[in-house]
């Protein structure tokens, strides 16, 4: 997500987030990449119930798990790090746990132990455990504001995907208020924010489960903690998938070439959405009489000059338009409506250049695109705590590094978006939050390779053809970075595929369940179209 997106969308959320305490609880110190084990507390699980709305299943137990602060002072403060898990289904068979996580970073894992991307087989075998990462949503979130009206008299001075030199500058300068409140609130969890803290975390919670090697499957960011595991601690994988994968050597050394990579990854992504809509023409994908790749442009470049005001008044502007075209790549079940939205923009476009021509009676599926202010913002009593988190922040600017002058994201910004004239600039706008932020890569301990120590199964890597957010060449990149690693490929524009392929979940359970490792080099398909035929 873009940082405008990301943290417009955390801070109008309106889901409680409930903090781990820190637990005055000794641990022993941690063995880094030894390979002797060190003794730790087991995890002090109690039953839960996900949703309490709903009758309690009886299969789900959590618990808050102390880890180091500081794993420089291991026998120091402890934070909390929230953890669910589902029972296996088949106690008998029982293999051990399948952690999971979601990605972001900052994504929230917990309700992942509720996952139904999996075969029932695999639910049966393990046990599902989700955990909130340190700094993350319940686990001792990091927090750079008190409230939420601190917060949001910062965000809303921010533009996405600033053009002008007034929403240049006015986004710039929020940015450094914004990084000045992380330095002021966030306290010394800031420091410890990196994904080398987030697997150390891991490797205990993986001893305090009692499971002598580690199942995992990481997703988006998630790959970079799962690649990180296999390097930190190789003799300690037993599987290990990873789906949407980052490229780690580049993000770890280049935050500003791995965020260009990433707008191209988007740009490509949506060039292929935009053919297969006019391959399959109206009325399978709404959008798709004429020249789709013309009308798109169109659309985008008047955007960069004037907003549109729909009929209802809203706005589309440039930035709620990429924000929204972005996150329609995310998932093919979002892409069909997308073009809808598309097309209705359209036709108000070309009655209000032309008067003549009758309103557009499909108007109203053009509002998703438009701003929309998020109401509990304005409507809240004073004081609300604030109801965010800023891991987004607290992972990224620690792992990957960048120029301490925000003025540099600005400049490139202009020659991103010639290259990928939808996303450059939106991308290069997601970082300069980096260039002042308290806690910088330079400063902080942080794993950075190498990234080819070899693991006694090889890692499962998963590739979506047209991976919007990772794309596919970071996980041809990945499977060769790594010492042990096999490439699956799906033929699909989304963000993740694991739980969208019948014939890829066979070779997930097969790989988690036996440890069979899938043949490199197989192309898959997924269940769904994203323009299903018309009935």
């Not at 991307?117 to 075998?125: M, N, T």
């Not at 989700?130 to 009206?149: H, I, M, Q, W, Y």
């Not at 965020?259 to 935009?274: N, P, S």
Request: net charge negative.
């Amino acid at each position: 997500m873009s940082r405008i997106t990301s943290l417009t969308l955390a801070v109008a959320s309106a889901f409680a987030l409930v903090a781990g305490t820190a637990v005055a609880a000794s641990a022993a110190p941690d063995p880094g990449v030894a390979a002797a084990e060190a003794r730790v507390d087991p995890v002090a699980w109690t039953p839960c119930n996900p949703d309490p709305s709903k009758p309690d299943p009886g299969i789900y137990d959590c618990a808050v798990y102390p880890v180091p602060l500081d794993y420089a002072d291991p026998s120091g403060e402890k934070i909390g790090i929230a953890m669910m898990r589902r029972r296996a289904g088949d106690p008998a068979k029982r293999i051990g746990s399948l952690f999971l996580n979601p990605g972001g970073p900052g994504g929230s894992g917990y309700l992942w132990a509720t996952s139904t991307r999996f075969d029932p087989e695999v639910q049966a075998r393990f046990d599902l455990v989700g955990f909130d990462p340190r700094g993350v949503a319940r686990s001792n979130p990091l927090k750079c504001f008190t409230t939420d009206e601190e917060a949001g008299a910062v965000f809303d001075r921010m533009t996405g995907v600033p053009v002008t030199a007034a929403e240049v500058d006015g986004t710039l300068a929020a940015t450094r208020d914004y990084t000045d409140a992380c330095d002021r609130n966030a306290g010394p969890l800031i420091e410890h924010m990196s994904t080398e803290n987030v697997v150390r975390d891991l490797d205990r919670m993986r001893r305090g489960v009692g499971d002598s090697r580690l199942s995992f499957a990481g997703f988006s960011y998630g790959t970079l903690i799962g690649a990180t595991y296999a390097n930190m601690y190789p003799d300690k994988v037993r599987a290990l998938i990873i789906d949407g994968n980052v490229d780690p050597n580049l993000r770890l050394h280049n935050g500003l070439e791995y965020d260009k990579q990433r707008a191209d990854g988007f740009e490509l992504a949506l060039d292929e959405y935009l053919k297969r809509c006019g391959t399959v023409g109206a009325p399978r994908c709404a959008f798709g009489e004429g020249d789709t790749r013309a009308k798109f442009d169109a659309i985008r470049d008047h955007l960069r000059t004037s907003p549109v005001t729909l009929p209802n008044g809203t706005q589309v502007t440039l930035s709620s338009f990429t924000s929204q075209v972005a996150n329609a790549l995310y998932a093919q079940s979002r892409q069909a409506p997308l073009a809808a939205s598309l097309q209705a923009l359209d036709d108000v476009l070309r009655q209000q250049k032309a008067p003549a021509l009758t309103a557009p009676k499909n108007a109203d599926d053009a509002n998703v695109l438009a701003v929309t202010v998020p109401a509990a913002l304005r409507e809240a009593p004073a004081d609300t705590p604030y109801s965010a988190d800023d891991s987004y922040y607290g992972v990224n600017c620690q792992d990957k590094p960048y120029p301490s002058n925000p003025r540099v994201f600005a400049n490139l910004a202009r020659s991103w978006e010639r290259e990928a004239p939808t996303f450059g600039r939106y991308q290069a706008f997601d970082a300069p939050a980096c260039a002042t932020w308290p806690a910088p890569a330079r400063d902080v301990e942080r794993y950075t390779g190498p990234w080819n120590r070899r693991t006694a199964t090889p890692v499962m890597v998963i590739g979506n053809l047209f991976d919007p957010a990772t794309q596919y060449t970071f996980a041809k990149r990945m499977q060769r970075q790594l010492g042990s690693a096999v490439l699956v490929s799906v033929d699909v524009i989304e963000h993740c595929a694991v739980g969208r392929s019948k014939e890829l979940n066979k070779l997930v359970t097969r790989y988690l369940v036996d440890q069979a490792v899938p043949a490199p080099g197989q192309l898959l398909k997924p269940d769904a179209e994203a323009f299903p035929p018309v009935a």
